[in-house]
């Protein structure tokens, strides 16, 4: 499916009615027909993963600041056998069970009817130093109080140090991951989506699977670098599932239209170049404003199609394990 049609709050101005120098302000919110459905939901019947945690991680890559995560346990994980997994940016948001997501309500119905393989999920907040606030709903998502910026918009390796050298090796000490670069996901919005676009970028020996709602892919910290990066390089194997909406972050800043700051510009320019090299990429683009919206609604459909080939496909008539729903694992 390959359709052709940031959360980074508190860094530009959104503009929630207009999308462009002179067009006519809309009456009707951008975001009022996008809702979850029921793969977002908690689903009678559907047995509930665990959220362990938290557990936090001290940083060397960037010292004093500490990283505080969350590790989703799916009620069919077996410690013998090795688990995908998929790591979530600004994961205080993508874990909020009321919130515009609720990645783990997707991957309990997913994995249950056996849409995606049995995975682990993490979700990871940005790093901080222990006198600054945790990211939460009620205080937000780190930007101007965090590490936040720093480390998801910063086009260089840094931040996939933290992912690949200090997260992953914290998880192995207790979960049984998959080593398979193919079998690893990682994901976000707004910041957090170029942040995991940077670490799979930098790292495709670790992880392989991109998906990216409403991506900073802008001059922030010189985000909007990669579609020139992507053409000069050689192609990497990545696959990516790009989401944003016409009326995202528009780049009108102090009046004056810069397109180096226009969200859904710099998105369609990555899905181009990304296009164009050859990726395995998917892309949708909505009519929402800079939010997780559109992205909320349409995640369990990214999930299916970012893990698509992720298990043996088994035609046997009689092979009644694999045509039944994944069971609990005993553990």
Same mark, same amino acid.
């Given at each position: 499916m390959r359709s052709k049609v940031a959360y980074g709050f508190g860094i530009a101005t959104a503009l929630v009615a207009g999308v462009a120098i002179g067009q006519v302000a809309q009456k009707e919110s951008p975001d009022s027909h996008y809702h979850l459905g029921p793969d977002s939901l908690v689903?009678?019947?559907?047995?509930?993963?665990?959220?362990?945690?938290? &557990?936090?991680?001290?940083?060397?890559?960037?010292?004093?600041?500490?990283?505080?995560?969350?590790v989703y346990v799916p009620a069919q994980y077996d410690p013998k056998k090795a688990a995908a997994l998929m790591v979530f940016q600004d994961g205080q948001a993508f874990k909020q069970e009321n919130g515009g997501v609720r990645a783990q309500n997707v991957m309990d119905?997913?994995?249950?009817? $056996?849409? @995606?393989?049995?995975?682990?999920?993490? &979700?990871?907040?940005?790093? $901080?130093?222990p006198e600054q606030d945790e990211p939460s709903?009620? $205080?937000?998502?780190?930007? /101007?109080?965090?590490?936040?910026?720093?480390?998801?918009?910063?086009?260089?390796?840094?931040y996939a140090k933290v992912i690949t050298e200090e997260l992953m090796p914290a998880l192995d000490k207790s979960y049984n991951i998959s080593k398979d670069p193919e079998m690893r996901g990682i994901g976000g919005a707004s910041s957090g989506a170029i942040a995991a676009f940077m670490v799979a970028w930098e790292r495709p020996n670790s992880f392989r699977k991109v998906l990216s709602i409403i991506g900073? &892919?802008?001059? @922030?910290?010189? /985000?909007?670098?990669?579609p020139e990066r992507i053409m000069k390089s050689k192609k990497k194997p990545i696959r990516v599932f790009l989401c944003d909406g016409r009326n995202d972050n528009r780049g009108i800043r102090n009046g004056v239209y810069d397109p180096r700051w226009d969200?859904?510009?710099?998105?369609? $320019?990555?899905?181009?170049?990304?296009?164009?090299?050859?990726?395995?990429?998917?892309?949708?683009? /909505?009519?929402?404003?800079? /939010?997780?919206?559109?992205?909320?609604q349409i995640m369990p459909e990214m999930m299916r199609w970012l893990w698509r080939d992720a298990t043996p496909i088994i035609t046997d008539p009689n092979d009644m394990v694999e045509r039944g729903f994944y069971q609990p694992a005993n553990r």
């Open positions: 689903e009678p019947g559907v047995p509930k993963g665990e959220i362990q945690g938290p &557990f936090v991680i001290k940083s060397d890559v960037y010292p004093g600041t500490q990283h505080t995560y969350w119905n997913l994995i249950y009817r $056996r849409e @995606i393989p049995v995975m682990l999920g993490v &979700f990871i907040n940005p790093g $901080r130093t709903p009620q $205080r937000g998502w780190g930007d /101007g109080f965090t590490n936040r910026g720093v480390e998801y918009n910063t086009p260089d390796d840094k900073s &892919f802008t001059n @922030i910290r010189g /985000g909007d670098v990669y969200w859904y510009l710099q998105n369609v $320019r990555l899905q181009k170049a990304l296009t164009e090299k050859g990726y395995d990429l998917n892309y949708t683009w /909505g009519m929402n404003s800079h /939010g997780q919206s559109f992205g909320g």
